[in-house]
């Protein structure tokens, strides 16, 4: 009767504290996922400079992700995915990548 009565307890409070868990561990994982996808301090996009064909995105040093998020969402607004054809370094740490929208 006493097992009975402690695997009940432990059944219904472990339903709880598990829930409570996979929520908590939901919602970081969430805002994780949503700090991953900003840019920087301000969280803006390089701009582009383009058409629905494609366009140049300048980027600077350690900065080349901002740069391809920037060229998928360029090509996102006309139902295309971005490729990028070219990658050309300056000499001030910075430089101009070049894709395509197919």
Known sequence: MAELV????LQISGRGFVGRRLRSIALVAA?????????????????????E???KVPYAEGAIPAAMDAAKAHCGQVNKKAQITQMSPA????????FQCR
């Open 31 to 51: 805002l994780a996922l949503d700090l991953a996808g900003c840019t920087g301090s301000t969280g803006t996009l390089p701009s582009v400079t383009g058409n």
């Open 91 to 98: 000499a001030e740490g910075g430089g101009v990548v070049g």
């Open 53 to 55: 064909q494609g366009g």
């Open 6 to 9: 402690v695997s009940r307890r």
